[in-house]
């Protein structure tokens, strides 16, 4: 294709848009309630539907507190058989249900999947990082087209699929998207991955379920997954000894350490444990001096990692990577968990699923609580 013609689409999309709506001064709208997630709100207006992502930063990069609502983008949702409402509020029309949508992430490619959206994925990105073999199956086809990189869209592609949205996630600082944001495709700003609980973040399947027809799918879904979720969590609400836990492994010079506020932090006290960092009250991580972070949890009964090679790792190669590792409580008495990526769907599965990594959780640090429970993602290090 050359530069005229792709110059002439990029003109014909931008006008027919997808673009914003004009606006007058209220609607008369009912919030569709939602009861964790902290970034989004959906209202259901006369012939549409409203979702309002809130930015999650704020201006000099701090996280923004919950009662500090600056709007990201406004999304208005309107049936693709319906005429346009004569009056809409402004922001982003994406007709529903999404026929061609691009997406980014192998956490939204599994979603779409299990709610049988899986036919509305027509493009993805970051190829490496997509695990469903459905996916990879149908690229090597011809039937999804692979749009390049996250950070480097193909652009060309992306036009010449023409899809209804994109969907990606944002970042600080994020602008508009560069060329990409100038094609007139709506782009889908998918925060949930800044949402600081486990069932906030989960709970953004209700809205990905309305873009691809699958609202009342999603509804139930999440009741399911909400349901599992709180009755797992009250199991070990009141129990007498909550070990105490350390996660992840030191890279290079630095130790991220999850923030107590973190939906990993609050996962570990859902699930009875004493997070060794629990006084870092932040929601993100927090990069510490390896040496730090051996001081405080060299003590702790149980340390948990994820890692991506071939192989699981065995304690013996960890200790070979680092010689505090082998002096940790928890190496020494054999309470050292991995969770291998390269084997298990964790990244895929457990952003809408956060009950079965509750339920790893919960069977590593109170085994006698679920003993027919099987782990899914962790598993105890062999010598």
Request: proline share 4%; net charge negative.
């Amino acid at each position: 294709m050359n530069k005229h013609c792709i110059f002439l689409i990029v003109a014909v999309l931008s006008a027919l848009a997808s673009c914003t709506s004009g606006g007058i001064a209220s609607f008369s709208e009912e919030s569709i309630g939602l009861k964790y997630a902290k970034l989004i709100e959906i209202r259901q207006g006369d012939g549409y539907e409203v979702a309002d992502v809130w930015n999650p930063w704020k201006e000099d990069g701090t996280e923004k507190q919950a009662e500090e609502k600056v709007l990201l983008h406004r999304y208005v949702l309107v049936p693709r058989d319906s005429a346009l409402p004569a009056s809409l509020p402004k922001g982003t029309i994406i007709r529903t249900p999404l026929k061609k949508a691009v997406l980014y992430t192998s956490v939204h490619t599994s979603l779409f999947n299990e709610l049988d959206g899986y036919d509305a994925i027509k493009g993805v990105c970051d190829m490496e990082y997509m695990y469903l073999k459905k996916i990879r199956e149908d690229v090597q086809k011809g039937l999804i087209k692979d749009c390049g990189l996250g950070t480097n869209p193909d652009i060309e592609s992306i036009i010449e699929l023409n899809p209804d949205a994109i969907l990606l996630s944002p970042f600080e600082n994020a602008g508009t998207y560069g060329k990409l944001g100038k094609l007139g495709i709506p782009i889908v700003e998918c925060a949930d991955y800044m949402e600081d609980s486990a069932l906030g973040r989960a709970e953004w399947m209700r809205f990905y379920g309305m873009l691809i027809g699958k609202a009342e799918e999603a509804d139930s879904l999440f009741r399911t997954v909400e349901e599992d979720y709180n009755a797992t969590k009250k199991l070990v609400e009141h129990v007498e000894k909550r070990p105490s836990a350390v996660t992840e492994k030191k890279y290079g010079s630095t130790w991220y350490v999850a923030g107590a506020l973190s939906t990993v932090g609050r996962l570990l006290n859902d699930a009875g444990a004493n997070y060794v960092f629990s006084n870092e009250k932040v929601s993100g991580s927090v990069a510490m001096a390896p040496e730090v972070v051996f001081d405080r949890a060299q003590q702790a009964d149980v340390w948990m990692i994820k890692y991506n090679q071939a192989v699981d790792i065995t304690s013996e190669q960890l200790a070979g990577e680092w010689g505090n590792y082998g002096r940790m409580k928890a190496f020494q008495t054999g309470n050292v968990y991995g969770c291998n990526l390269s084997r298990v769907p964790y990244y895929e599965e457990t952003p809408f699923h956060p009950n079965i990594l509750l339920k790893d959780y919960v069977k590593i640090f109170h085994p006698d609580v679920l003993k027919d429970y099987q782990l899914r993602y962790y598993k105890r290090l062999t010598p």
